[in-house]
């Protein structure tokens, strides 16, 4: 079927414009859908502009309602989309942007080496129910995997299935609801009973408007410590920009700007015992200067951050109506021990204030005895992603994540498990022989739990606490 030509307006979240590996992807789409026109906006790299500039924000605004799709193309920077593009969307949101988005299609590609990539299409769906478009969907290649036979046809494939679905006014499920508006006063309470931090350094960092209810929340946490806290504004920290997705700080986790960034972080987020991160929900996410400060830490590669770090989480929003925000928020700070996630949504302020002061003590407890709780799905498979990432293609570029997974055993592979190896073909041998399974299977839930026995009668923690 020939279908009329359709406008497509592509919004290229990449940092690096035109020499973006996502870019090469639309190329490709362009190039496979000659009978369509694609006009491409490079949003992070001109963000400044864009921000400034009533032109440049007047030529998007042009391409944006002469569209009939809208295909939101970009890396995905740490789970979520670059700094620089969430504060598009959050101009999106400031701006009057009237019936710009309303009715049209959309549609998202990314490259990614897949951590967290799907988080990026939830929240780039989500915004785009948020602006009244019909969601086409969501198309999420390996960074490299344009160079093969097989994904060119699927990303052909993607392209022309989006197209008929505009083409066709496809119709579309709503998948993420509407943000509700919350309607509350929080007003901090007095703290009566301050925890002692027993010499474990405190650190608050927040992005906190005046008068505001996380302003608030951060004071009533700076109040529940008795020793000494560190409070810090975004603003102060002295990030002159979003990270450009140059990579430079692969080779020695030197970044190329020459702001204060790197070492604010050596010196107030490396030797923090307990960090509590602040922030208010913009859109579906933190604010872009959140985003730009997780951004940001790039420099430090794949390399964990918070390894024996205790951290609390305070959110200004309606966490609880935004699917999958809070799991995308734990992601972020995987690697430390999450405390506890607090937010404004309680109607009284009493609560807020008790659930902050019992994060606080439990802080300083956990940060005392060590306590970390076991990793879960996300980051247990994370790990796996980002180890074989390192130890495979990165490697010639990542030098210094290398070094280090190198040196603290974090290429746990299970073929250098030399010993359970050997031991493993025995035993498949030995279970392999049918008279072995007849006697073992009746008992398979006692052997289960055999090697447990000897914890009971021989654990030193249970011993000293007779
Ligand atoms: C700052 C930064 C953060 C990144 N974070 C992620 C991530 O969280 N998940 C992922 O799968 N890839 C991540 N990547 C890899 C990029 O998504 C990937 O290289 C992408 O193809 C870059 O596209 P671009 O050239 O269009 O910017 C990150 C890259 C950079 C520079």
């Known amino acids: 079927m020939r279908r009329r030509n359709m406008q497509i307006c592509v919004l290229n979240g990449s940092p690096k414009g035109e020499k973006s590996v996502t870019m090469q992807y639309v190329r490709f789409l362009e190039l496979a859908s000659p009978d369509h026109t694609f006009s491409t906006h490079h949003i992070s790299r001109k963000i400044s502009g864009i921000e400034k500039n009533l032109n440049e924000w007047e030529q998007i605004s042009t391409s944006i ?24 969307v959050e101009l999106l949101h400031e701006r ?30 989500g915004i785009s129910e948020d602006l009244g478009m019909n969601w086409a969907g969501s198309f999420s290649p390996g960074m490299n995997d344009l160079l093969e036979e ?41 703290v009566q009973n301050p925890i002692d931090t027993r010499g474990k350094r405190v650190l608050i960092l927040h992005d906190s408007a005046k008068g505001s209810h996380l302003e608030g929340m951060v004071w009533q946490m700076a109040s529940s410590f008795s020793g000494e806290v560190t409070t810090c504004h975004l603003d102060e920290i002295g990030m002159k920009g979003g990270c450009l997705g140059c990579m430079q700080c ?25 960090i509590i991160y602040a922030g208010t929900i913009r859109d579906r996410f933190l604010s872009a200067k959140w985003k730009q400060f997780f951004d940001r830490s790039f420099f430090l590669g794949h390399i964990p951050r918070f390894t024996n770090k205790q951290l609390i989480l305070l959110i200004e929003g309606p966490l609880a109506q935004i699917p999958g925000l809070r799991d995308n928020l734990s992601s972020v700070l995987s690697g430390g021990n999450l405390v506890d996630i607090i937010t404004d949504e309680p109607e009284e302020s009493g609560l807020t204030d008790a659930l902050i002061w019992s994060a606080a003590e439990r802080g300083v407890q956990f940060a005392l005895s060590g306590f970390s709780k076991p990793p879960m799905f996300p980051a247990v498979a994370g790990h796996i992603v980002l180890r074989d990432a390192v130890w495979g293609d990165f490697r010639p570029i990542f030098r210094a994540d290398h070094r280090y997974y190198k040196a603290h055993g974090l290429y746990d592979f299970p073929q250098y498990q030399y010993w359970k190896r050997i031991s493993r073909v025995f ?32 654990s030193p923690i249970l011993k000293n606490r007779l």
């Not at 295909?71 to 620089?84: G, I």
């Not at 080779?251 to 307990?274: G, H, L, T």
């Not at 035993?427 to 006692?446: T, Y």
């Open 96 to 125: 009057d942007t009237g019936n710009w988005f309303t009715g049209k299609y959309a549609a998202s590609l990314s490259t990614s080496v897949h951590f967290f990539d799907n988080k990026a299409h939830e929240y780039l769906q």
């Open 65 to 88: 309602q002469n569209a009939d799709m809208i295909l939101w193309a970009t890396p995905v920077y740490f789970q979520h989309v670059p700094a620089q593009f969430k504060r598009f």
């Open 427 to 458: 035993f498949s041998l030995f279970m392999a022989l049918p008279s072995v399974q007849k006697r073992v299977k009746p008992a398979m839930k006692d052997h289960m739990i055999e090697p447990f026995a000897r914890v009971f009668t021989e």
């Open 250 to 274: 692969a080779f020695e986790n030197q970044c190329v700007y020459s702001d204060d960034f790197s070492s604010f972080w050596k010196s107030r987020i490396d030797p923090a015992d307990i």
């Open 150 to 190: 097989k994904n060119q046809r699927n990303l052909a494939a993607f392209g022309e299935d989006i197209l008929t679905a505009c083409c066709e006014q496809r119709p579309s499920l709503r998948a993420y609801p509407p943000i509700p508006v919350m309607d509350r006063t929080y007003t901090p309470g007095t």
